[in-house]
């Protein structure tokens, strides 16, 4: 097996015979012109080398850089681009349900001016989160939550960030990836108790948007083995990563070595892979 271009972040999915297993595809570009997905279950258990070509590409631009920014643009994309708006990574300052965009638009109008939920996930420990309705689960497969529920459901991007804000008084909005590739247990009763103490910290004021009918969903990641040690691995540094490919889980790629590698943050990344 063989494959070659410029890496984009994983593609999580339900698995067929099950919703709890995930199962995920690799979706890569030359430069910016789409490759066709590739399913990654055969590269699980085998021997697999990538190696980086040292060069990186805008996944936006095109553009040959040095150094990426946010997953992959050039400082200038980084900058300008509608997608690395601030309210994309805090969402309570979103003004576009109120008309004014802070970047683009019709960009935020049709990604931050419709439903979001507030959620709890299970990924190293308890975390609170907001992610547009339409981004469940792959939301939660992101991060490697082995467990997760919609607490709050929102009109619109900021009033949910609102909530989150409150709610990180009591809950962290953070994983910490070690821990994450571990192999986590998911605890529903433990969850379900989390959610009441969210209800109770938020009050009458943010009642009318609680969701109180969605169960606990459960994940399995595809990894046959999880290591004692975690070492994460940078391609500029490392220049070629190789060995027994144990897993996926989140966005990252797990070797039996305990070197693992964040496939998201490398997007642009240009490498060819073998197995």
Same mark, same amino acid.
């Given at each position: 097996?063989?494959?070659r271009g410029?890496?984009?972040?994983l ?21 910016k ?44 994309a980084?900058?300008? /681009?509608p997608?690395a ?11 576009? /349900? ?13 990604? /931050?001016?419709?439903?979001h939920? $507030? ?6 420990g *308890? #975390? !609170?989160? !907001? +992610? ?5 689960? @792959?939301?939660? /497969?992101?991060?490697?939550?082995v467990?997760? !529920? ?17 709610? #990180? @008084?009591?809950?962290?909005?953070? +994983?910490?990836?070690?821990?994450? *590739?571990?192999?986590?247990q998911?605890?529903p009763?433990?969850? *379900? ?6 209800? =109770? =910290? ?22 046959l083995?999880?290591?004692?040690k975690?070492?994460? #691995? ?15 889980k ?6 039996e ?5 964040? $496939?998201?943050?490398? @997007?642009g990344?240009e490498?060819?892979?073998?197995g």
């Open positions: 097996m063989e494959w410029n890496l984009r972040k593609t999580a999915s339900e698995s067929s015979n099950s919703e709890e297993n995930v199962s995920y595809a690799l979706k890569g570009a030359v430069v012109e789409p490759l066709p997905a590739m399913e990654m279950a055969d590269w699980i258990g085998q021997f697999v080398k990538i190696e980086f070509t040292g060069r990186i590409h805008c996944r936006i631009t095109g553009q040959l850089i040095r150094k990426s920014f946010g997953e992959g643009m050039s400082y200038a980084w900058m300008e /681009h997608s708006t601030p309210s994309v990574f805090r969402p309570e300052l979103s003004r576009i /349900h109120e008309g004014i965009a802070l970047r683009d638009f019709d960009w935020e109008n049709e990604h /931050h001016n419709q439903p939920y $507030v959620y709890l996930a299970q990924t190293s *308890l #975390k !609170v989160g !907001v +992610t547009r309705c339409t981004n469940i689960p @792959s939301r939660w /497969h992101d991060q490697g939550a467990g997760a !529920v919609p607490i709050v459901q929102t009109p619109y991007r900021q009033l949910a960030g609102e909530i989150e804000v409150k709610l #990180k @008084s009591i809950l962290s909005d953070k +994983t910490n990836y070690r821990q994450m *590739l571990q192999d986590v998911f605890d009763v433990e969850m *379900l108790e989390w959610v009441e103490h969210c209800f =109770e =910290e938020l009050g009458s004021e943010y009642e009318p948007f609680f969701v109180e009918d969605f169960e606990p969903k459960r994940f399995k990641y595809p990894v083995k999880y290591p004692d975690i070492t994460s #691995k940078k391609l500029e540094k490392a220049q070629v990563l190789q060995g027994m490919l144990l897993g996926i989140g966005q990252y790629l797990i070797f070595s305990g070197e693992v590698l964040n $496939v998201r943050s490398h @997007s990344y490498v060819i892979m073998t």
